[in-house]
């Protein structure tokens, strides 16, 4: 059985700078890229990574962001009734972002792991498998 994948946009912001957890992220993009899995990210995501690219570096780093993102083999999927319903009952009953529950709505609509690096996220496991990659550490 081919398996699938939803990447978080943390998950992708840790492919682009190389965080640890990166190599995990390109192993399920080389394996999209053969037909070995499936690769999905949420529309919303591809939002969150245009204006925190923006707000972080600058204009022009949050198009080359796009066109990164657009180079991969990960299919965007744009909201619908069910996607939508399914993020507004995960809202109703977590404290998650917007964006967090549509990615996670998204991931349980496509019956697909979801890869992040989002302790809040964790709560998710529940419905859904999660891949969690390395947490950030605070410094010391």
């Known amino acids: 059985m081919v398996k699938s994948y939803v990447l978080d946009t943390s998950a992708i912001f840790t492919l682009a700078k190389a965080e640890d957890g990166s190599n995990t992220v390109e ?3 080389i394996a999209a890229r053969k037909g070995r899995s ?3 990210m949420s529309f ?3 939002m969150e990574l245009y204006y925190i690219t923006w707000q972080e570096k600058s204009e022009t780093a949050a198009k080359e962001m796009i066109i990164l993102v657009k180079s991969l083999p990960v299919q965007r999927v744009d909201s619908n009734e069910r996607i939508t319903l399914s993020a507004g009952r995960i ?4 404290r998650l972002s917007v964006a ?7 991931a349980m ?5 979801l890869v992040h690096k989002d302790p809040e996220l964790e709560i998710i496991s529940k419905y859904i498998e999660t891949l969690a990659l390395p947490y950030k550490r605070g410094k010391s």
């Not at 809202?91 to 977590?94: L, N, P, Q, V, Y």
């Not at 967090?100 to 998204?106: K, N, V, Y």
């Not at 609509?109 to 792991?113: F, M």
Request: net charge negative.
């Open 27 to 29: 192993d399920i993009l």
């Open 38 to 40: 499936h690769a999905y």
């Open 44 to 46: 919303i995501s591809l």
């Open 91 to 94: 809202k109703a009953h977590h």
């Open 100 to 106: 967090d529950a549509f990615i996670a709505a998204t």
């Open 109 to 113: 609509d496509k019956d697909a792991i």
